[in-house]
């Protein structure tokens, strides 16, 4: 199986706190080293939905802002996002199982971590992983800085904004595209 020498994460959550309520993760396992000859694909995506209630009894919190962020300003995303967790929605302690298991297969032992602000997303999901995160603190990278310094390298638009996976792959593409101009891989 192929192993990927870098990841990017993406939470949909009902707050911005380290403690919100997260319902959707979405990551992209990533390396540019490994075009599949033919295409531009250069990793696997993998995603998640949360049970909102299993995270309540752990203490995660609903932030009223974030809320109202979905339900008005977004309410069509909110009830295709609300169907998912009702469906595919997993327990944090089965997230954490799935994602350790996607992190064995997919990940080099010093897989990078990216995040858009990881100030916001890898708090959130080191809570959901009980703080036993299988990366190396020492490789979480922040994509957002990396945008500001590259603002001149155009962005790839997520399909779906919004949603943690389309967020994560577009996220991905962008930083490689950016990584092309920085150094060759």
Known sequence: MIK?????????????????????????????????????????????????????????????????????DNSELWKNHMTNMKTRGVTQIQFGEEFRKVWSELAVPDCEVWANGVGFDIPKLERLLDWKEPWKYWKVMDFRTMKRIFDHIRSVRAEVPHDALHDAMSQAQHLEEILKHVHHD
């Not at 911005?16 to 390396?31: I, M, S, Y």
Request: with cysteine; proline share 4%; aromatic share 12%.
């Open 4 to 72: 990927y020498r870098r990841m990017m994460v993406d939470v949909e959550t009902l707050g911005k706190r380290p403690n919100a309520v997260v319902f959707q993760v979405g990551c992209t396992f990533f390396d540019p080293t490994l075009v599949v000859p033919g295409s531009n694909v250069t990793g696997q995506t993998v995603g998640w939905y949360l049970q909102i209630d299993d995270q309540l009894a752990r203490g995660a919190k609903i932030e009223t802002d974030t809320l109202l962020f979905w339900t008005k």
